[in-house]
């Protein structure tokens, strides 16, 4: 992601507090240190307000979500909600103030058992973007663009990878010799293997008790698409 228009990809990231970090890429391949976005005050006196938080657990991508050339920012929370944050400065010098909570038609969009991870990207290939957010559940789901560039509008989820079964997070083997991602998902599309068509790249987190303590580990999973349709073979 090139969040200031450099040509150099940069990195975005959430946090278990809400707060949204980044971290630019420099000339020489390296990264800066990370620094807080901030929420934009538009005043007479204009400055920099508080960090932008809507939720806690947050997740964070950008895309050009209305078509005018700029990159908003998305973010999802651990309660399950997804946020758009229209950019109101430039493509160089983006600038936030305003939240806007994702819908399908009146209704909210809201990951299954919390914990969203959204991403925007065309991925019926019709010239629009999409939201794709992974779930508390490990569910990826995909909800389609049935509006215009400038106006999106948002169908409602077709899962793409299906939710995991009850008590998941009880069974050892899911943890030791998993066979499939498991649950938090977050989500990214690319094309992994160049065949021309878009897959699916998931991160989770998994979970074993033992006795009183846990251990943890997270994976990351790639799910390519067989078949051509936007729905088909993962």
Same mark, same amino acid.
């Given at each position: ?40 005050? %538009? ?7 508080? %960090? ?10 950008? $895309?050009?979500?209305?078509?005018? /050339? ?13 946020? =758009? ?13 305003? !939240? ?6 009146? *209704?909210?969009?809201?990951?299954? !058992?919390?914990?969203? @991870?959204?991403?925007?990207?065309? =991925? ?12 508390? %559940? ?7 663009? !049935? ?8 169908? &409602? /989820? ?7 079964? &009850?008590? =998941? ?9 998993? *066979?499939?991602?498991?649950?938090? &998902? *977050? ?18 987190? %998994? ?5 009183? !303590?846990? *251990?943890?580990? @997270? =994976? ?7 078949? @051509?349709? $936007?729905? &088909?073979?993962?």
């Amino acid at each position: 992601m090139d969040y200031n228009g450099d040509g150099r990809l940069d990195i975005l990231t959430g946090s278990i507090s809400g707060k949204i970090h980044l971290f630019k890429k420099k000339p020489n391949g390296t990264y800066a240190a990370g620094e807080t976005l901030k929420k934009e005050v %538009s005043t007479l006196l204009r400055g920099l307000g508080p %960090s932008l938080n809507v939720g806690s657990s947050s997740a964070a991508c950008m $895309a050009d979500w209305n078509g005018d /050339g700029k990159l908003d920012l998305f973010i999802g929370t651990g309660e399950g909600e997804v946020y =758009w944050l229209p950019n109101e400065g430039t493509r160089e010098k983006p600038a936030f103030s305003k !939240t806007e909570r994702l819908k399908v038609g009146s *209704k909210p969009v809201l990951a299954e !058992t919390r914990v969203a @991870g959204p991403f925007v990207a065309d =991925w019926d290939g019709d010239g629009l973007p999409d939201l794709l957010v992974g779930c508390g %559940s490990g569910a990826v789901v995909w909800h389609r663009n !049935t509006g215009t560039r400038t106006q999106p509008q948002l169908a &409602a /989820g077709v899962k793409l990878v299906e939710s995991l079964p &009850a008590g =998941w997070d009880k069974d050892p083997a899911v943890f030791k010799n998993p *066979k499939r991602s498991a649950g938090n &998902a *977050k989500v990214c599309v690319a094309d992994w293997n160049g065949d021309g068509r878009q897959d699916l790249i998931v991160g989770d987190s %998994s979970y074993e008790r033992q006795g009183r !303590t846990y *251990k943890s580990h @997270g =994976w990351v999973w790639v799910y390519l698409r067989k078949g @051509g349709g $936007a729905e &088909a073979g993962m």
